[in-house]
């Protein structure tokens, strides 16, 4: 069963920029998933913010994409995720996930399984 | 983007109840519909996926149905374990989720 493990600083400064990564256990990362972030707002809400396949392929929250980038190490079967110009507004639980890629588009996707989430705040 | 919608947004239910929540699309997104369960300080949890199918490992007193844009997630029996907040999430053309149900003891 793989397993997902969220890494990194829990504050970051206002304009500074977010860094986590994902270490990925029980499986590859080079096998036929994609890799996700998902961020949870103190209010609750879940936003994603963005995938990646092994190959490097990225997908993009369009709301975010400006601020986003996500990359992948297949040597150490790890992906991250960098958010440039934060706000307070970023401050969230951020989760990774992988995502089962249905169709040809991925319109029949799922997140399973998760990791146990991060808390970054963003304060100065 | 397709938004999603719950209702209710909170019900308090007793071990035994029969519990709906209903989730709504703002436009058709076939059966491409999905559920997830998160307790207190932990991650969600994929319940079912493709608005019917429970994912391996779930308890069959949780069911799913629905098309289109409307779906319901029922949970035939309450159990304790259950009390937690439900979320719908949908695929298409960005990953959506709808803003959740919780569901507490009465």
């Known amino acids: 069963q793989v397993q997902l493990q969220e890494s990194g600083p829990g504050l970051v400064k206002p304009s500074g920029t977010l860094s986590l990564t994902c270490a990925v256990s029980g499986g590859s990362i080079s096998s036929n998933y994609w890799w996700s972030w998902v961020r949870q707002f103190p209010g609750k809400g879940l936003e994603w913010i963005g995938e990646i396949y092994h190959t490097g392929n990225t997908k993009y929250n369009p709301s975010l994409k400006s601020r986003v980038t996500i990359l992948v190490d297949r040597s150490k079967n790890q992906f991250s995720l960098k958010l440039t110009s934060v706000t307070a507004a970023d401050t969230a639980v951020y989760y990774c996930?992988?995502?089962?890629?249905?169709?040809?588009?991925?319109?029949?996707?799922?997140?399973?399984?998760w990791g146990q989430g991060t808390l970054v705040t963003v304060s100065a | 983007d397709v938004q999603m919608t719950q209702s209710p947004s909170s019900l308090s239910a007793s071990v035994g109840d029969r519990v709906t929540i209903t989730c709504r699309a703002s436009?058709?997104?076939?059966?491409?519909l999905n559920w997830y369960q998160q307790k207190p300080g932990k991650a969600p949890k994929l319940l079912i996926y493709a608005a019917s199918t429970l994912q391996s490992g779930v308890p069959s007193r949780f069911s799913g149905s629905g098309s289109g844009t409307d779906f319901t997630l029922t949970i035939s029996s309450l159990e304790p374990e259950d009390f937690a907040t439900y979320y719908c999430?949908?695929?298409?053309?960005?990953?959506?989720f709808g803003p959740g149900t919780k569901v507490d003891i009465k």
């Open positions: 999430q949908q695929s298409y053309p960005v990953f959506t």
């Open positions: 436009q058709t997104i076939s059966i491409y």
């Open positions: 996930a992988s995502l089962y890629c249905g169709g040809t588009s991925c319109h029949a996707s799922w997140f399973d399984p």
